[in-house]
């Protein structure tokens, strides 16, 4: 990370961290949108939404790994909405089907596309609209279409639930756009996945590192227990094995290199998970405690544009 | 309307800070220094001026090299331009020798408004802004909470203790402000971008005709001859509730005269 980058996450660090995200996150569950749509005109003030959208659509035309930095600290702070659609898959999809940006002239149908890039994507960068879509088979449903665009078509159906009570899924009925296997903006998509992973496993590990210091039990805090300590020092390898895989996928872009991201993010996120529920005991799925609101979003994006074994297949084809 | 903000970085608020035991200075080598969280609410009070009335909106710093930090996440939320005044010679300097030397700069700068933080972190002296309007002729409105411009009229409401008091001044003036004015602007990707190609103009105390025995140890005013910590905070009065505990407490209160 330059020193500009590392600016950049600590503005975002201090913005969410200032914005009492969990109590959004809640309302935001309980269908009161418009707390956490505030945050996200933020957001955007700040320039997340307008990251993967060039400068002649009013965007920021940043890098992958501005987008990484941006979507750990989405995850770092559980923000709820569609993130991921609305950031990195929706924008890169127009963009990759721009006749001159298309690698398959049959699926660039020019007049269409371009209307839909200048219809939409200054309107995403400025963050007055979110956006969704759904991806089948790997993202069956839309996340959060009640509040956002859908460029592609479609009109949302019936809902669905989710393990994460922010995450409002519906079915998407028309004929829907569903992009390729290797689609540029689908690898987009689990990259911000893979990234918003390491920090809900990031928040996790310091939310559970804080409770053991505070919990004491048999006459003394639990974290001095070694095998406690021995489970979170697991998830701290974990975090730092997965990171440098996330932020160098978002340097080369390769989509075996973004399968391995994914692939040791998800396995870290959900260690963090598991240990963490496991060493704060049961309080920490419990709705009221704010581990929960990251325990389920981690649980929900763990398959998420693709799932573990998906991509580990197609590592190995690439192999 | 042109505009000045002051910017001093100073050692996070939020971490211990440290006297070194040789010159009983502050120690910064150790230190995470920020800019001072007051001049935050000065940079964003001097960029809505700015958005308001239209202008230039200057950053002047005095400080070693590595304040160049600062300047630069100062320019990150949006100002024009910035001014560094750095010299091995200022090292030492009082907050006399201080104002003298950002007087020079001042003048150079030729503004309408001058607007700084209430106090900093470090010093909390709260008497840089109305050395600076004595030493530049101009009018001190300090420790605002609001400020209005009409045309080359300055309103602000000076916080006190009891309520807000309304001073008036024609430009050029000096505006201190409380971190009741504002809500400072986070720096966006933009504007962190952008505050990399900003100008920032290095000036020595020579380019200020500043003599340097002036300024620094030499010059300064005020010596601390010595300093040591604070005491621990001692354990309190521990009240055991046996039916009596209710009592107890409002004789605390009462022996100390709060209630």
Redo the contacts between chains.
Sequence with gaps: MNPEQEQFRSSLHSLLAASDVPSIARAWAAGSCEPGLAMWRKLADLGVTALAIPAEYDGLEATATDLVIAFEELGHHAVPGPAIESVAVVPSLILSRLPETAADPAVARASDVASLASQWLPRFASGETLATLAWPPHQPFAVDAHIAALPFGGTPGETVASVDPTRHLSHIESEHFIGGRNDRAFDLGALACAAQLTGLGQAMLDLSVAYVQQRVQFGQPVGKFQAVKHHLADVRIALDFARPLVYSAAESLAPQDISAAKVAASAAAQLAARSGLQVHGAIAYTREYDFSLWLVKARALLPAWGTASWHRNRLLESL | MKIVVLVKQVPDSGAERNLRAEDNTVDRASANNVINEMDEYAIEEALRLQEAHGGEVTVLTMGPQRATESI??AL?MGPDGAVHVVDDALSGTDALGTSKVLAKALERLNADVIICGAESTDARGQVLPHMLAERLGVAALTGARKLTVDGSQLTIERQTEEGYEVVTAATPAIVSVWDTINEP??????G??AA?KKPVETLSIADLGVDAGEVGWAGAQTTVKEHTKRPPRSAGQKVTDSGEGGVALVDYLSSEKFV
Excluded: A, D, L
């Excluded at chain 2, 602007?185 to 933009?190: D, H, Q």
């Design positions: 630069r996440k990150s602007r986070y720096p966006s990707f933009k962190i971008m990399k």
